[in-house]
């Protein structure tokens, strides 16, 4: 009894309390009351294209509407292939074909909230992964009409990590709040980085956890996640995200 009234304790104080907290807090910000109300145009939070040297490949994310936002962060990746080009945005939506190009600005409001660049690689660094990122997002297993589930998975946030997984070397890790970024097919998962960098477990996609120089150490629990990161001194709080240095 001492011990189940102990996993109680550590669930509501891990898990519980962040996330209520978190709806409080979202629930006393001003907020459109639906998609058409919204703002969905360019935050400038992206330098002009012309102004980026050579390819370049951004992770971009957002908090999502209505009471998801509170708890989740709605993530995109933006590719620009070499000198010359401009961007294109890459998304997964719950409607029709999930899987869209340029359906929004690059750097794009998402429900009126002004996006953050997570990660970035540009120059030569960059050049070899954007064949790699676009061969995974034409690859993308969930992209036919009705592909897409809110939670666990998969999601818009699902399809981000799909494409991540493939471009290990762009070293990216999506933020904590992005739920459904740990869904995996199947009842069980046990998969390694291509770089070795970090290993995953899930159950369901509602129960696991991650560990590695890229995750430092999280655990999940339906889709919240609460951890700490090592090489990038942080706090992951569940719904609310990372408190501490940025992940890049």
């Keep these: 009894m001492r011990l189940v009234k102990f996993a109680i304790a550590v669930f509501a104080f891990l898990f519980l309390l962040p996330a209520a907290g978190t709806a409080a807090w979202w629930a006393s910000i001003d907020r459109p009351s639906s998609w058409r109300s919204a703002d969905w145009s360019s935050s400038s939070v992206l330098p002009p294209a012309s102004e980026v040297d050579g390819p370049a490949i951004f992770l971009m994310a957002a908090r999502t509407g209505g009471l998801k936002g509170a708890f989740s962060v709605h993530c995109w990746l933006v590719i620009k292939r070499g000198d010359g080009a401009g961007y294109d945005r890459y998304d997964k939506v719950g409607w029709g074909l999930p899987v869209r190009k340029n359906a929004y600005a690059a750097d794009g409001r998402w429900y009126s909230n002004t996006p953050r660049i997570i990660a970035r690689v540009a120059g030569d660094a960059a050049r070899p992964l954007v064949a790699k990122a676009e061969a995974a997002i034409a690859a993308y297993p969930y992209s036919h009409r009705g592909d897409y589930r809110i939670w666990p998975g998969p999601?818009?946030?699902?399809?981000?990590?799909?494409?991540?997984?493939?471009?290990?070397?762009?070293d990216a890790r999506m933020p904590p709040n992005a739920v459904g970024r740990d869904f995996a097919p199947g009842f069980a998962s046990l998969t390694i980085d291509r770089d070795h960098a970090d290993i995953h477990a899930t159950i369901a996609g509602l129960v696991g956890f991650a560990a590695g120089l890229r995750s430092g150490f999280e655990v999940h629990l339906l889709g919240l996640v609460a951890g700490f990161?090592?090489?990038?001194?942080?706090?992951k709080i569940p719904a609310y995200g990372r408190i501490g240095l940025p992940p890049a």
């Design 155 to 170: 999601n818009s946030n699902s399809f981000i990590a799909y494409v991540l997984h493939a471009i290990p070397e762009m």
């Design 229 to 235: 990161d090592f090489t990038r001194p942080a706090l």
